[in-house]
């Protein structure tokens, strides 16, 4: 199975900061039609998750464009310009290039 | 709106079985994989099963393989996840996905103890 890692693990951030979450992959998530498949979700504590960015860098609908993805290959990167309130809760990457999918273990962001 | 509603969940014990079903609505149902990933209480997020649009590909988590089933019904935009010979790790919410993880469900809880 792709092992996703993500650091860090915990993210204490100011508000109106910036904040950055790493995430990598132990295979090349580039598929042969030559899209890479990596999203970003963000999970609030008890909801459920929601998709944030599809193909590393595709917003969803509704997304704020303080969210953005970049990355290639096995090493990806999500950034919030600048944090408010709503975006505490846990981020996770997740593959969906190999079966089986797989997620990153989450990095939880909260207010400083 | 799209629209996922998962129902089905419950208290069973070790070796029973329960039967998952998800309505769907707001979307062309038979046009759409659909997938169940699940959460562990505390936990992250564990791809389950996936199927296609017709229902003939059906992919599982090894662990899950031989023990349970996800199917669908067009006709009545449903999908369904029957867990049979539920073990203890199997306890969790599991969730009803569109496509990639584009629209989730509420969740439905399952829990598996004696």
Redesign the interface.
């Known amino acids: 199975d792709v092992v996703m890692t993500q650091s860090p693990l915990s993210l204490p951030v100011t508000l109106g900061q910036p904040a950055s979450i790493s995430c990598r992959s132990d295979h090349s998530l580039v598929n042969t039609d030559g899209d890479t498949?990596l999203?970003w979700?963000h999970?609030r504590p008890g909801q459920?998750?929601?998709?944030l960015i599809?193909k590393v860098s595709n917003r969803?609908s509704g997304v704020p464009d303080r969210f953005s993805g970049s990355g290639s290959g096995s090493d990806f990167t999500l950034k919030i310009s600048r944090v408010e309130a709503e975006d505490v809760g846990v981020y996770?990457c997740?593959q969906?290039r190999h079966?089986?999918?797989?997620?990153?273990?989450?990095t939880k962001v909260d207010i400083k | 709106e799209v629209q996922l509603v998962e129902s089905g969940g419950g208290l069973v014990q070790p070796g029973g079985s329960l039967r998952l079903s998800c309505a769907a609505s707001g979307f062309s149902f038979n046009t759409r994989w659909m997938r169940w990933v699940r959460q562990a209480p505390g936990k992250?997020?564990?791809?389950v099963a996936?199927i296609n649009e017709d229902g003939s590909e059906k992919?599982y988590?090894?662990s899950v393989k031989g023990r349970f089933t996800i199917s669908r019904d067009n006709a009545k935009n449903s999908l369904y996840l029957q867990v049979n010979s539920l073990r203890a790790e199997d306890t969790a919410v599991y969730?009803c996905v569109k496509d990639?993880?584009?629209n989730?469900?509420?969740?439905t809880l399952v829990t598996v103890s004696s």
């Open positions: 498949y999203n979700f999970q459920s998750p929601r998709r599809y969803d996770y997740m969906d079966w089986p999918f797989t997620f990153g273990p989450g | 992250g997020l564990e791809w996936n992919y988590l090894d969730y990639g993880g584009s989730w469900g509420q969740g």
